[in-house]
């Protein structure tokens, strides 16, 4: 780097770290290569015809839509997400409990603003989604993480976690929760859990950020009550996004909690994007007042259903199943995966490269640095069941050779 703006730089810029998908990219990027690193949609499936219907807003609405509009988002949409979301929220939340944002990576960006100073901490699992944990670095906080298991955070550990954090003079700010088909474990927080939790945030007065944007894409099982819907104090944050469920390229996404909060939060986006692009917030409001996204999520479930159950078929399939193991997750998008001792998944990552398949490093989802040397994530959604078949088949191969 130039010597001069390395010595203008700021102290967030110098401690910023680079997404380590992100970094892969270029790689992933590659002809020929089968990724299942992104998070990301089956593009196949994106609804452009009924997308590109709703755009018509555009001729009616134009003079308002290709205005400026509110930091808190556009009115007929948080209308239609209050409604829309009273079965998840546990009552109709008002327009004033939400804001719109520019992804919900935007929440975790706002509330970081709003509560986090330098140093402070946020509890989190281990592990938990990078994009968050990275985020909140950016802003200075210092994680305390609380292991997993099938049933997600393993609540009953965090009293003493808290405790002793706080004998040690550590300010905890948020808890930061995955509650449904977690990014990268697949796993739900049990409804024991959720209360639990709550309760321990009620006593030691801390903020939950419940971040659901998995939440809607259940194939089997029963909906699990949501933190926010139990809350009776104002505690919880609820992120959910129409990234998963229309299209990220939407980038629109909201939030909806304390009110207070919510205005804090909104006071910090006025100066960083002014609001969410009106032009995308009308469109996705136009094509859920049509009907079409309660007509697509069946569509979507049925399609990602078939798309895990494929890949549940490959791997059982193709793996030597003595040396790798998974749960099979009941919704999103995500396979977390164990290699045998033995197995080192930067080691396996690397031959799998050269047969031209990637995957996500288990390390990357820990904010610490230290874990998930014989984990990875793995992606069902985005590949063509062909890809699947074949990067599978490969992923087999690369683990034999290392047997
Ligand atoms: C758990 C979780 N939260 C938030 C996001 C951010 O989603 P977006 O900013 O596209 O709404 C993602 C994206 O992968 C995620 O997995």
């Keep these: 780097m130039n010597d001069l703006i390395e010595t203008l730089l700021s102290r967030s810029a110098r401690n910023i770290k680079p997404s380590p998908i992100r970094e892969i990219l270029h790689v992933i990027r590659q002809p020929g290569m089968i990724s299942f690193a992104g998070g990301m949609p089956d593009p196949d499936i994106f609804p452009v015809a009924q997308f590109y219907e709703a755009s018509s807003i555009i001729a009616r609405e134009g003079k308002d839509i290709l205005q400026y509009g509110t930091t808190e988002g556009y009115p007929p949409l948080k209308d239609f997400l209050s409604t829309w979301n009273t079965p998840k929220m546990g009552r109709k939340i008002q327009p004033d409990e939400?804001?719109?944002?520019?992804?919900?990576?935007?929440?975790?960006?706002?509330?970081s603003w709003a509560l986090?100073?330098?140093?402070?901490?946020?509890?989190?699992?281990?592990?938990?989604?990078?994009?968050?944990?990275?985020?909140?670095?950016?802003?200075?906080?210092?994680?305390?993480?609380?292991?997993?298991?099938?049933?997600?955070?393993?609540?009953?550990?965090?009293?003493?976690?808290?405790?002793?954090?706080?004998?040690?003079?550590?300010?905890?700010?948020?808890?930061?929760t995955i509650v449904n088909f977690h990014n990268p474990l697949g796993c739900d927080l049990s409804l024991d859990r959720r209360k639990k939790l709550l309760a321990i945030a009620k006593e030691y007065g801390i903020v939950i950020l419940e971040?659901?944007?998995?939440?809607?894409?259940?194939?089997?099982?029963?909906?699990?009550?949501?933190?926010?819907?139990?809350?009776?104090?104002?505690?919880?944050?609820?992120?959910?996004?129409?990234?998963?469920?229309?299209?990220?390229?939407?980038?629109?996404?909201w939030c909806a909690g304390n009110r207070d909060l919510i205005r804090k939060m909104?006071?910090?986006?006025?100066?960083?994007?002014?609001?969410?692009?009106v032009v995308a917030q009308s469109i996705v409001y136009e094509y859920c007042r049509l009907g079409h996204l309660e007509a697509?999520?069946?569509?979507?479930?049925?399609?990602?259903?078939?798309?895990?159950?494929?890949?549940?078929?490959?791997?059982?399939?193709?793996?030597?199943?003595?040396?790798?193991?998974?749960?099979?997750?009941?919704?999103?998008?995500?396979?977390?995966?164990?290699?045998?001792?033995?197995?080192?998944?930067?080691?396996?990552?690397?031959?799998?490269l050269e047969k031209k398949v990637a995957f996500v490093l288990g390390n990357a989802f820990y904010p610490t640095g230290v874990g998930g040397t014989n984990n990875f994530r793995m992606c069902f959604t985005f590949a063509?069941?062909?890809?699947?078949?074949?990067?599978?088949?490969?992923?087999?191969?690369?683990?034999?050779?290392?047997?």
């Excluded at 979507?300 to 798309?307: A, G, M, N, S, V």
């Design 296 to 352: 697509f999520l069946p569509k979507i479930i049925e399609h990602y259903r078939k798309k895990r159950d494929q890949m549940e078929a490959a791997l059982n399939t193709h793996l030597p199943l003595d040396k790798i193991s998974w749960l099979k997750p009941k919704g999103g998008f995500f396979y977390w995966m164990t290699t045998a001792p033995g197995i080192p998944a930067d080691k396996l990552l690397q031959r799998a």
């Design 98 to 111: 939400i804001l719109i944002t520019t992804g919900s990576s935007q929440v975790i960006d706002l509330l």
């Design 266 to 277: 909104a006071i910090f986006k006025q100066g960083i994007d002014t609001c969410t692009s």
């Design 384 to 403: 063509s069941p062909e890809m699947t078949e074949t990067g599978i088949v490969r992923l087999g191969e690369a683990i034999r050779e290392m047997i």
């Design 116 to 176: 986090l100073d330098e140093g402070d901490y946020v509890v989190c699992e281990e592990p938990t989604f990078l994009g968050a944990t990275g985020t909140m670095h950016n802003h200075g906080a210092k994680f305390l993480t609380v292991p997993c298991d099938e049933d997600g955070m393993m609540v009953d550990l965090l009293p003493d976690i808290i405790e002793k954090a706080i004998s040690e003079g550590k300010k905890i700010k948020f808890i930061y």
């Design 211 to 253: 971040d659901d944007p998995y939440g809607h894409l259940r194939f089997e099982g029963e909906d699990v009550p949501s933190i926010f819907s139990m809350d009776r104090d104002g505690l919880v944050i609820f992120a959910c996004s129409f990234s998963k469920i229309l299209a990220p390229g939407t980038r629109v996404a």
